[in-house]
Every structure is written in structure tokens, then in C-alpha cells.
């Protein structure tokens, strides 16, 4: 009689960071025959059977397999992006966060993860971005390597000092790492901490919301004093203040104008903060004519 051995066998391969696993179908018929006609239907059933199961196995590989998530790209931040409201998380590379600050060749404070978002904001601009997914980390993100035409948004990132290789996952951007220390390009031109070990100091994670709250107050008074969320400090000084009025209009308020001082954002509300009025404008907000 004829038989059917290991019809179907499943390989478990652990991806690259260890989080999830796919299944790779690995199927086999092997067959026996002998003299007997009355196996014949009970080794079609088998047959069939097996080629059912390596269909499904198959089925569910195809669904949890990485893809590519393409188009027009919202910047949360130096290592975060939004695409058709999937949230991407860029592979290998870690940006400073929005709320931490660094120091530049003269030692001066500045808000070093709002200029990462503001570069990457910038490079990208209104082109579409296309992202291979790797994998998905424990906060859903798609753990990806974006394009932008065919140049690595990742290592850009790295190779000008806006993110550090991420060397706990990959070791693929350690190069473009020492190439940008090597010319001091970006953070590399001051002092600054390691993105991850800031989190740990300040307890945040990665999750965050979408919409990320700056929470640096450069005398640690700020917040008690005015209200809002406390002003991080640019390159060049406190960060300008995007304002949404009681009418809805979005107004941009510069160190010095006369209302700089007594307004107040809220970044839950949708305002913001900038560091040059050039990206306030992009964003949609207008300069206060006072």
C-alpha cells in the first residue's frame, strides 16, 4: 500500500531582532507504492491532504511576510515616520529625542532631536518615500529601510550626524558612524548622549505619541511659570512658539515679539515649537505681525 511521509514541515526562522517569527514552508511528499488497488484512494486522500496543509502553511507566510509601505511621509521625529498612517520606525539607526538636548562645538545647549526631525523633514520634503519592512517592534511600528529615490534615509541620517547607528539591532550603519565622527558633522561637532541611554536617565520608552511633547525647560521653571509645555532651546536660542488662536488660525511668535513671553503652547492641542521660521512656515503656521 502506499503511503505519505512528513507531507508538510515548518521551519521557524527568528528574524533579525528576535521579536517575531515566520514560518517557511518546507514541504515533501514521498511515496510508496505497492501491488495493492485498493490503497490507491487512501493515497489520494493523503496526498491531498498534505497539499492542503503545505497551502495553508504557505498561505500564512505570505501574510506575515514583510512589504513596502510607499508615498508621501509625515516626520514624527529624527527616526519616525507616519506613511498612509502606518507607522514607520527607521531600521539600525536611533535619532536624539524631540525633548533632548545637546551641546555644540562652543558647549552651548540646543535642541538637538527637533533639528534631526527638522533635517529629515526637510531632505524628505513632499517626495514619496518607500520603506521594506523588516519587522514590527513591540510598540507595532514597521521596523523599515526608507528610500528616498534610491539614497538610504537611514544612513543619511548617520552620515550626518542627525542619529547614531542603533548597534543593539544592526551593525550596518556603524560605518557611516565613523565616518561622521571622524568630521564632526551634526552631533558628533559637540557633546551629546546616546539616544537610548537618554530614554533610560528620563524613563520614556520609545512608543510616544504621535504627535511628540517637547519637555525641556532650560531653567526648569518654565512650565510653572507660564503654563503649557516648557521651551526647548535651538541652535540659536528658544524655539519659536507655534500658537493656534480661538479662531483656529495657526500663528508663529519669535523670541522678542511681543507676545512671545506670555504665550503658551500646549503640544496635545496640535501647537508646536519650531527652530527657524522657514519650517513654521511649512507646517502651515504665519508669523505674528507683533
Not at 511515496?31 to 493515497?43: K, M, P, V, W
Amino acid at each position: 500500500m502506499a503511503s505519505l511521509r512528513a507531507p508538510c514541515a515548518a521551519s521557524t526562522l527568528p528574524t533579525r531582532r528576535g521579536r517575531s517569527c515566520a514560518f517557511k514552508p518546507v514541504c515533501r511528499v514521498v511515496l510508496e507504492r505497492n501491488e495493492s488497488s485498493s490503497g490507491a484512494a487512501a493515497f489520494g486522500r493523503a496526498v491531498l491532504a498534505g497539499v492542503a496543509s503545505c497551502l495553508v502553511l504557505a498561505s500564512s507566510a505570505n501574510a506575515s511576510s514583510p512589504g513596502v509601505i510607499a508615498g508621501p511621509a509625515r516626520v514624527v521625529d529624527g527616526d519616525t515616520l507616519v506613511i498612509n498612517g502606518e507607522r514607520i520606525r527607521l531600521y539600525g539607526v536611533d535619532a536624539p529625542e524631540s525633548a533632548q538636548q545637546c551641546k555644540d562645538a562652543k558647549g552651548a545647549p540646543y535642541a538637538c532631536g527637533l533639528v534631526s526631525k527638522d533635517a529629515l523633514d526637510k531632505k524628505i520634503g513632499k517626495a514619496p518615500v518607500t520603506c521594506q519592512v523588516k519587522d514590527k517592534d513591540q510598540y507595532g511600528r514597521n521596523v523599515s529601510v526608507c528610500l528616498l529615490g534610491s539614497e538610504d534615509l537611514n544612513g543619511w541620517l548617520v552620515s550626518n550626524g542627525y542619529a547614531v547607528s542603533y548597534r543593539q539591532y544592526s551593525k550596518d550603519y556603524i560605518p557611516a558612524e565613523d565616518a561622521a565622527q571622524a568630521a564632526r558633522k551634526g552631533i558628533w561637532a559637540g557633546e551629546f548622549q546616546v539616544p537610548s541611554e537618554w530614554r533610560k536617565q528620563n524613563k520614556r520608552g520609545e512608543s510616544g505619541p504621535v504627535q511628540p511633547a517637547v519637555a525641556f525647560a532650560p531653567n526648569g521653571t518654565a512650565a510653572q511659570n507660564t503654563g503649557g509645555d516648557p521651551t526647548p532651546n535651538c541652535a540659536t536660542g528658544p524655539a519659536i512658539k507655534g500658537n493656534i488662536n480661538a479662531k483656529g488660525e495657526k500663528i508663529f511668535h519669535v523670541p522678542g515679539g511681543k507676545y512671545y513671553d506670555s504665550v503658551r503652547i500646549d503640544l496635545k492641542d496640535g501647537e508646536k515649537f519650531f527652530c527657524t521660521e522657514s519650517e513654521a512656515t511649512s507646517a502651515g503656521w504665519r508669523k505674528s505681525s507683533q
